[in-house]
T-cell receptor, first 116, second 116 residues
């Protein structure tokens, strides 16, 4: 099956610093990747849609200048949390779509971000 | 508004027992319905996927059903094991059109605990 990886799996950073999270599709090309945030005991919340070679589309309420998304290739998307604050602490999950109408999305294992 | 409602919110059963989780949805148009298992601190892992014409899909001890007329799905777990303790998320997809938006509606999940 399709595999999506994320790196790092856990990261702790100080308030005011930036952190980059990578999402890779390992055995397929993904023209579209999605970034989600999940708070404890809550469902996944879509943050943005990342399209290869174009600007990301952000959901309402998500600051595009704070959550920078780059989709430089068909197998890699990155999410950079800039000037992180403790309230940004969350579980960030990416997913990738194979681009077929009948295929589904494959989720990465997630990245736990803790901002101190 | 597209919605996915899951019940129960949480469930505790003894190891070896069976259980059934429910999912009701109002998503339209409909493409497919997936059940995911999400272990704590991990990304969701797909258990089953069903399209409009499929009524039942099994994956080992997991059996999912779909009634597209009543817009209801269930996930039955037989002979539960301690490793089944996780959140089970029902996700309903609209037809994938590409270019943006994930087309997914997430349920809030059922938190299942298997006790020895």
């Amino acid at each position: 099956g399709a595999v999506v990886s994320q790196h790092p799996s856990r990261v702790i950073c100080k308030s005011g610093t930036s952190v980059k999270i990578e999402c890779r599709s390992l055995d397929f090309q993904a023209t579209t990747m999605f970034w989600y945030r999940q708070f404890p005991k809550q469902s996944l919340m879509l943050m943005a849609t990342s399209n290869e070679g174009s600007k990301a589309t952000y959901e309402q309420g998500v600051e595009k200048d704070k959550f920078l998304i780059n989709h430089a290739s068909l197998t890699l998307s990155t999410l950079t949390v800039t000037s992180a604050h403790p309230e940004d602490s969350s579980f960030y999950i990416c997913s990738a779509h194979q681009g077929l109408a009948t295929s589904g999305q494959y989720f990465g294992p997630g990245t736990r971000l803790t901002v101190t | 508004k597209n919605q996915v409602e899951q019940s129960p919110q949480s469930l505790i059963i003894l190891e070896g027992k069976n259980c059934t989780l429910q999912c009701n949805y109002t998503v339209s148009p409909f493409s497919n319905l997936r059940w995911y298992k999400q272990d704590t601190g991990r990304g969701p892992v797909s258990l089953t996927i069903m399209t409009f014409s499929e009524n039942t899909k099994s994956n080992g001890r997991y059996t999912a059903t779909l009634d597209a007329d009543t817009k209801q799905s269930s996930l039955h777990i037989t002979a539960s094991q301690l490793s089944d303790s996780a959140s089970y998320i029902c996700v309903v997809s609209a037809p994938y059109s590409g270019g943006g938006a994930d087309g997914l509606t997430f349920g809030k999940g059922t938190h299942l605990i298997i006790q020895p």
